[in-house]
């Protein structure tokens, strides 16, 4: 794991009350662990501190998937698997909240609803590099040759596959839940037929269909087949070919949801048991957020490990090396940056964040990787720390199928069979993410 597991702040009560209105209205309790013990207790926490007297549980519906509409009704929302709540309130009832919340150890953070956003980088990312800087001591560089191998897509498979040892491994990820919560998936596309797929939608009135690509992109990196049917075929490109799927439609059309969708996705995917969550999606923010923190955590303590994007605010080449922001700056949610062909860093990819927490863990493929697309299309190659994040994901289920290891277990395994590369930590953590052999 990363170097703390203790979520920010002092105390129980969360610095929120300084911040500005949410930007969604809503507002997001975290409770306390003795308070999550007891579904009862977070119910009556929530009415007690915020006034709701209708409040929704996602422990109410089919699978613990909460209906984002239908809970829409209802005061406040507890995510039953998490011990997290929210509720919608004005700034005013907003203060009141925080000012109760202060004197109630049984809510250790109260902070605004964010939005979050796909994080793909730039389509066209083939510049080519001929140097790569690594330090030579703590407070010097050197600029060294890149190393001599660079990775290209074959008729058989993709650079990324070839680069993490995917195609040398015997694990498939069978019998590995993984979630993939994003835009969706086309549910229609040839390449995922017969395959054991739930999906759900957290997105209000929209299907868990994909409509926007990032998703079913996503999907096809970390669970795609092993041998893409025909016509027309394809090259190989999915990891985890024989994991179980779970898609969870937090992201709309647009590209964009709320901490609610997220939040509900998480909650699902833990209590139905996946092994790995994989989340391309993030918000430009530099501190870490309680609400992701605890339940990144919890998630950990459940045996579910969450990977998420890094982040692509980085412009390398002007001198910018960017920041990890919301979530994967939480240090209980491994954060993963994206590498080139030639296991450079990419010019978008963000660098760790100063905060605790905030560093870089692993590194994958992330520069023009091709996966699947939407139909009539069927296969795109685009760019992103979100384009690394499926990579690590299916990587994990196959070290969780080989292992059988789980939650803070699988994290350390991860980041053992890693193989070291040339490049600063703050860059690319243990080095790039590699498949069990």
């Not at 613990?64 to 929210?86: E, K, N, P």
């Not at 994003?182 to 209000?204: K, M, Q």
């Not at 009135?205 to 999907?219: I, K, L, R, S």
């Not at 898609?247 to 909650?267: C, E, F, P, R, W």
Request: proline letters at 6%.
């Amino acid at each position: 794991m990363t170097s703390s597991t203790t979520p920010p702040g002092n105390g129980h009560y969360a610095a929120a009350s300084a911040e500005s209105a949410s930007p969604t209205g809503r507002y997001v309790l975290v409770l306390s662990d003795e308070t999550f013990a007891r579904e009862a207790d977070q119910v009556e926490t929530l009415r007690s501190v915020t006034g709701a007297a209708n409040v929704a549980s996602t422990s109410d519906y089919e699978w613990r998937a909460l209906d984002v509409d239908q809970a829409a009704s209802a005061d406040a929302t507890v995510f039953a698997d998490l011990g997290i709540g929210t509720v919608r309130a004005d700034p005013d009832s907003a203060a009141s909240i925080m000012a109760a919340a202060a004197d109630d150890p049984r809510v250790t953070a109260v902070e605004p609803e964010q939005f979050m956003y796909a994080l793909s980088g730039p389509e066209d990312t083939r510049t080519e590099r001929s140097t790569v800087r690594t330090p030579t001591t703590d407070t010097g560089w050197s600029t060294v040759r890149a190393a001599p191998i660079e990775f290209h897509d074959t008729s058989e498979a993709t650079w990324g596959l070839q680069a993490t040892g995917v195609l040398d491994s015997a694990a498939t990820g069978q019998g590995i839940r993984v979630a993939v919560l994003d835009t969706g998936l086309d549910l229609r596309h040839p390449d995922f037929a017969g395959r054991e797929i739930s999906a759900r939608s957290f997105v209000s009135e929209e299907p868990a269909q994909d409509g926007n690509g990032h998703g079913t992109h996503c999907v096809g990196t970390s669970c795609g087949p092993e041998n893409p049917p025909e016509p027309p075929g394809s090259r190989r490109y999915g990891v985890a070919t024989r994991a179980e799927i779970l898609v969870g439609k937090v992201l709309g059309d647009g590209g964009s949801g709320t901490d609610t969708n997220i939040l509900a996705a998480i909650n699902w995917a833990i209590g139905n048991d996946c092994r790995v969550i994989s989340m391309s999606l993030g918000a430009e923010t530099r501190a870490v957020s309680r609400r992701y923190e605890t339940v990144g955590q919890r998630a950990l303590n459940r045996g579910s490990l969450i990977v998420a994007a890094a982040g692509n605010n980085a412009e390398r080449d002007s001198g910018n090396p960017g920041f990890v922001g919301v979530p994967a700056n939480s240090p209980s949610i491994m954060a993963v940056a994206a590498l080139d062909s030639r296991l450079g860093i990419a010019d978008f990819s963000a660098r760790s964040n100063p905060v605790d927490g905030g560093q870089i863990d692993i590194a994958a493929p992330g520069v023009d990787v091709y996966s699947s697309w939407p139909m009539e299309r069927r296969y795109r190659t685009i760019s992103g720390t979100s384009m690394a994040t499926p990579h690590v994901s299916g990587i994990a289920a196959l070290w969780a199928q080989r292992t059988d290891a789980a939650g803070e277990a699988l994290w350390s395994t991860l980041i053992r069979g890693a193989q070291r590369l040339e490049l600063p930590g703050v860059d690319v953590g243990a080095g790039i993410a590699k498949a069990p052999s």
